[in-house]
């Protein structure tokens, strides 16, 4: 070894040029690298710190396998757990990361589908802009994991959504309290963007066993399991993506409704009732029996053919029936039932929810849903 180095040692004046070359080379390369990652900062003027310093790169994580993420919604999870309050998630924020303590954070996927190349966003109060605190490479269909934060260890610097750099040394060995964070994600996919346009709705979804007692004399299903769950969280984001649709807006306010007192709703009383669909603010949802669905006030029951076949068939007449009820319509109005002659808000919800599965836009499908055995 030590001859050898001797000898590129000793080289000729020539080869210490191509050395020179070579190393201009390789250290040109690697800027490009960093350049990659500095380059929104190149453009933006303001950004702070001293030149040539450079820019914070984003931490990469990926809860792809059982090394690094566990799974929710199980079989065998217990009931208490599958049906808990912590397990209560936001329609528009399905790629879910909360605060666990100071220095800790959960990231939970509840949609049925593996998401990837997502970038996390944390938003410290107090702080105008979101910083980036990580990417996802890919996180599996209903994965799990607690983490701490990166900076607890590794850099303090971040990027925010302007592109300048923002220092979390101040929380390095403190954390950040939980009541000053929150978080969302964000990125380009057609999935994720699919994923993001549900913010248009306030649902906050969770789970629920309504017959605990297991009474044989009502219509909820003894004890909901695990599956019904995982498809429930699929029709879940298929229906609130429906709702979405500017289209659905569009039919629903040109078709002809009536209200409770089976009077033709106007164009302002629709908008109203549409509205509320989007601003409903919880939904807690079971699975009944005997019955269709059952829905009023946060409730929300369906039957399992529905959430077996949400992906390749019109669900809006069971599915938006009940919504109709949770935002106080009877079935006098053409909100819950079709009216004589088959108009009504679940014949109009109905066709566009066809004309999706049809052109394949419904982001939950049979072709990226995880688990085929529950199909
Ligand atoms: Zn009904």
Redesign the pocket.
């Known amino acids: 070894m030590k001859q050898n180095l001797l000898k590129k040692l000793t080289r000729p004046k020539k080869s210490h040029l191509t050395l020179a070359i070579v190393l201009c080379f390789v250290l040109f390369n690697f800027s490009c690298k960093k350049l990659g990652v500095i380059d929104p900062l190149k453009d933006h003027n303001s950004s702070p710190g001293p030149k040539n310093e450079p820019a914070p790169s984003l931490v990469e994580y990926n809860f792809d396998n059982d090394s690094n993420s566990g799974l929710m919604f199980q079989d065998g999870e217990s009931m208490a757990l599958l049906t808990s309050e912590a397990r209560r998630y936001e329609i528009g924020k399905v790629l879910r990361v909360k605060a666990v303590d100071t220095t800790t954070i959960e990231v939970a996927n509840f949609a049925p589908v593996d998401i990837l190349d997502a970038t996390i966003l944390l938003t410290i109060e107090g702080q105008a802009k979101p910083i980036k605190l990580f990417r996802v490479g890919k996180i599996r269909a209903h994965a799990i994991k607690v983490i701490p934060y990166s900076f607890i260890k590794g850099s303090t610097k971040f990027i925010n959504t302007d592109n300048q750099v923002v220092d979390l040394v101040q929380y390095k060995t403190t954390g950040i309290p939980t009541n000053k964070v929150s978080f969302d994600f964000t990125g380009t996919t057609d999935l994720i963007i699919k994923l993001k346009s549900l913010a248009k709705l306030k649902w906050k979804v969770k789970y629920q066993d309504f017959d605990p007692t297991d009474n044989p004399k009502d219509n909820w299903k003894d004890n909901i399991d695990a599956r019904d769950v995982r498809r429930f969280t699929g029709l879940m984001i298929n229906l609130a993506y429906m709702l979405q649709a500017d289209t659905t807006q569009k039919v629903f306010l040109a078709e002809p409704i009536t209200d409770n007192n089976k009077v033709l709703m106007t164009t302002a009383q629709k908008q109203q009732a549409f509205n509320s669909i989007l601003d409903i603010p919880k939904f807690n949802c079971g699975v009944v029996v005997n019955v269709s ?1 059952l ?1 009023g006030g946060s409730t929300y029951g369906l039957a399992d053919y529905l959430l077996v076949k949400y992906m390749t068939k019109n669900i809006c007449f069971e599915a938006v ?2 919504i109709g ?1 949770m935002v106080g319509f009877s ?1 006098s109005s053409s909100m ?1 039932y079709p009216s004589s002659d088959n108009r009504g808000a679940v014949v109009a919800t109905g066709n566009v929810y066809l004309m999706m599965i049809a052109k394949g836009l419904l982001p939950i499908k049979t072709s990226n849903y995880y688990k085929p055995s529950d199909l």
Do not use: L
């Open positions: 669905g829905g029936h009940e009820h079935h819950t």
